[in-house]
């Protein structure tokens, strides 16, 4: 049943492979539970799914992934319901743990700068700066970059089409450091790699091996510029998405704007980047209305 369901999150629903990888492993991860207290997927209630939580909370899971692991059997049996003919939903009642908020971390310019500034002179080094360029002046998620090719990127537009969660299209762009950096790579990229065969897809990130780069490759060598800079906080390729939300809303980007440059498909998931803009709000504020500094006004 997980495998019809997986095959179905995949064919039908047209889920990214990573998605399909997560809700397998979440899913297995389940039903390992369920042979260790001897009860079938079948007869299931909420008080299994609720010891199933209590056993993962135990276990030192974190709120966000006892929360995903929840999703995905929500949408599991969901699937059941409709498409098996299952007659409930244990988890249907069950509400996600209720999580502290926190601000997502972000990078500031100076830090974008020493990891720049860190990459060796060589075509190496030229294809990681390309990387850091990219996640900061595009805002795309570590996935999109891996799956971008030679094909997808706009020169002259200075843009790309992704292909983003869900299969989703949209356009992001490059500033013009990244599309320095992108020339140069280019013109040196076919040095470095294997023979192409006529037309195959063209990573447009290769490995030392000539193919297409990983996330975990990427994942990797930013670990290691951040140790080299000496940068003390942690920072992840999806740090630099959550970097170029802030910097432009603190320029004064429209919301929506960001939105749409980011994917998402409900503004509350880009609202949670406004929250770090409150001090230059207030600057403006104090700035700009008129009862601001009167005896009379308010002020925040």
């Known amino acids: 049943m997980i495998e019809d369901f997986c095959a179905y999150s995949k064919n039908i629903r047209g ?93 500031f310019k100076k830090e974008i700068d020493q990891l720049l500034a860190a990459t060796d002179n060589d075509f190496w080094g030229l294809r990681d700066t390309l990387i850091l360029e990219l996640l900061y002046s595009s805002g795309c998620r570590i996935s999109e970059i891996v799956a971008l090719d030679v094909s997808s990127i706009r020169i002259e537009g200075g843009s790309a089409l992704i292909h983003g969660k869900g299969n989703k299209e949209r356009y992001v762009f490059f500033g013009t450091p990244a599309l320095k950096t992108l020339r140069r790579y280019l013109d040196s990229r076919g040095e470095h790699v294997a023979d192409e065969e006529p037309g195959k897809k063209r990573p447009l990130i290769v490995n030392r091996r000539g193919g297409r780069i990983t996330a975990r490759g990427i994942s990797y060598l930013l670990a290691g510029y951040v140790k080299k800079t000496g940068i003390i906080k942690h920072v992840s390729p999806h740090t630099f998405r959550h970097t170029f939300a802030t910097h432009l809303l603190n320029m004064g980007a429209d919301i929506r704007v960001v939105q749409e440059l980011l994917g998402h498909s409900s503004l509350s998931t880009t609202q949670v980047y406004t929250h770090l803009g409150v001090t230059k709000l207030k600057k403006v504020y104090d700035r700009a209305h008129p009862h601001a500094h009167t005896k009379t006004g308010y002020t925040l």
């Open 15 to 107: 889920l990214s492979p990573a998605t399909v990888t997560a809700y397998r492993k979440d899913l297995t991860r389940y039903y390992s539970f369920l042979e260790s207290v001897g009860i079938s997927l079948e007869l299931v209630s909420s008080h299994e799914i609720r010891d199933f939580i209590l056993e993962l909370s135990q276990e030192g899971m974190s709120v966000n992934s006892i929360n995903r692991i929840l999703s995905a059997l929500k949408t599991f049996y969901a699937y059941l319901v409709v498409h098996q003919g299952w007659e409930k939903n244990p988890v249907s009642g069950i509400r996600s743990l209720k999580k502290r908020e926190s601000l997502p971390s972000f990078l």
